[in-house]
């Protein structure tokens, strides 16, 4: 059931709050950190205790130098720092913590200015999209194809699955198929290790689809009408019982930072009983899609949407959480949290495997 406005006065007013907050949230000064620092940098980190000891610790220490996978894990981020309008420079400077190893620094500064400018328009962006570098950060199939399905409406050849197996490529000597321009292993193992966290994080997959009726509909069935993309939740406005709180999109991404020390400590133990996938690894980053795709539909189960309003960046709709949507997403952080960590240790072990013992 659509979401029914109150009748209450000053129920316009509240809407009105709720895109005024939806518009700060994904205002163009505003970088999107998926899982936001503390989920990405725990993926590094449950990974880093699972590889200990292994030939791919040793590899992986040998790209990064002094940086750590905790650190790494956020540089795809922070490289949104750079502004191709501003002659590629970093114009961020202290607003991001997690984005400190690699500020003020020329050197490193250096290497997010040649990342961007290598990807930043290979992809062909039509007007309106982000810079490619942007968009290898997720997908946005309709959640009623139930899988990940190459070529339906919301993927594309640079989206999240593609740049997965072009960053394992890179690092595995292979040869890395446009518009990827990963020039050295220490990117590609820092896209790798960021969209293995993002690839878990279900707004970042699964996307729905709406109507003017906020009901859902089947852009790859009804035709992909511009209007109806929710851009996996960005133009989900929440509305919680205390209020407008930003957007889905953004809900996701800070849920790791409600975990408590407790709940961060556990997730090596949980990560290592996720079995590896027995298909070929060029075909796992498919088939994690195709997994948070499944979760993706818990993650929008019982939200109610609003009726579809316009605004200067879109479409937007108002969307009510259910009771108990909190402890439900708590839940599936965790999970995907452990998974993420455990398969980012399980490529990077079949990309350097340990010698077979005689």
Request: net charge negative; glycine share 10%; charged share 20%.
């Amino acid at each position: 059931m659509p979401y029914a406005p109150s009748r209450h006065p000053n129920a316009l007013s509240t809407v009105a709050t709720a895109f005024a907050a939806l518009a700060l949230a994904v205002g163009p000064q505003q970088a999107a950190h998926a899982w936001g620092a503390t989920g990405h940098s725990a993926v590094g980190d449950i990974a880093a205790q699972l590889i200990k000891g292994t030939r791919a610790e040793r590899e992986v220490n040998r790209i990064l130098g002094g940086v750590s996978l905790h650190d790494i894990a956020v540089w795809p981020d922070c490289v949104k720092g750079i502004d191709p309008a501003k002659d590629f420079r970093y114009t961020v400077t202290g607003r991001y913590p997690e984005c400190a190893p690699f500020e003020n620094k020329p050197e490193e500064e250096a290497l997010m200015r040649d990342y961007v400018k290598r990807n930043n328009e290979g992809c062909g962006p039509r007007p309106g999209e982000e810079s490619c570098h942007k968009q290898y950060h997720y997908t946005n199939p309709a959640l009623e194809r139930g899988r990940y399905r190459p070529g339906s409406v919301g993927t594309s050849d640079h989206d999240i699955v593609y740049a997965l197996e072009a960053a394992r490529q890179r690092l595995a000597g292979g040869t890395v198929p446009g518009p990827f321009a990963l020039q050295t292993e220490r990117e590609a193992l820092a896209l790798l290790v960021h969209d293995l966290g993002d690839v878990h994080q279900p707004l970042h997959v699964g996307s729905v689809y709406l109507d003017e009726k906020g009901q859902r509909r089947d852009p790859d069935v009804q035709g992909d009408d511009p209007q109806a993309r929710t851009v996996g939740g960005n133009a989900l406005a929440v509305m919680g019982p205390t209020g407008p709180g930003g957007n889905l999109h953004a809900y996701w991404d800070n849920a790791p930072g409600k975990l408590s020390p407790e709940q961060l400590a556990a997730l090596p133990a949980a990560a290592r009983q996720v079995p590896a996938m027995a298909a070929d690894p060029a075909q796992w980053p498919a088939l994690w899609a195709s997994e948070t795709m499944v979760e993706a539909e818990t993650a929008y189960a019982g939200l109610q949407f609003g009726e579809r309003q316009s605004s200067l960046r879109g479409s937007r709709w108002v969307v009510t959480l259910p009771a108990d949507y909190e402890a439900r997403s708590q839940a599936l952080v965790r999970q995907q949290l452990a998974r993420a960590g455990a398969r980012l240790a399980q490529l990077l072990q079949t990309i350097w495997p340990d010698a077979a013992k005689p």
